[in-house]
């Protein structure tokens, strides 16, 4: 039995650390950004075959980016979740904007600054992103990241 003073209110709760050691999010995106292994090379084959090598150069960089991205990500929740949870909520939101406005802002940058196969660079980091995330939600679902339960 817990006496009235142990008892935590959702408000003390919601500003206190996460109660997980393991850095979740940053690990996940690990994992996730392992895939590009075997996923890069396939889309950067695919716009060679379609576009030549300016188009899988221009894939090549669209799929790093992405990459990339994925790495902010995980870091930025890991680390926010050991402030609060309202840090961790705020990150999530706010920096799912910010990361779309990186990923903007550096194909922008990366096509002002060389001629670059714009189209293929563009298809690359969205096939990349949707196929990634989609990948580790299926694992995710199908149980492969039992080592990060969160609920026990």
């Given at each position: 039995m817990t006496s009235e003073e142990d008892k935590v209110t959702i408000d003390q709760a919601y500003n206190q650390p996460s109660v997980v050691a393991a850095p979740v999010e940053a690990v996940i995106a690990r994992k996730m950004v392992l895939r590009t292994w075997w996923l890069g090379p396939v889309i950067v084959g695919i716009a060679w075959a379609l576009r030549g090598s300016a188009g899988a150069w221009a894939a090549a960089i669209g799929v790093v980016i992405v990459v990339v991205n994925f790495l902010v990500a995980g870091e930025l929740l890991s680390r926010s979740a050991r402030v609060s949870l309202k840090v961790y909520h705020a990150a999530a939101l706010l920096g799912f904007f910010v990361r779309l406005g990186f990923i903007t802002l550096s194909m922008f940058v990366v096509a002002s600054v060389v001629e670059?196969?714009?189209?293929?660079?563009?298809?690359?980091?969205?096939?990349?992103?949707?196929?990634l995330l989609s990948l580790e939600a299926w694992a995710l679902m199908n149980g492969e990241r039992r080592e990060l339960e969160w609920s026990r």
């Open positions: 670059i196969d714009r189209p293929a660079m563009g298809v690359a980091a969205v096939v990349a992103y949707m196929v």
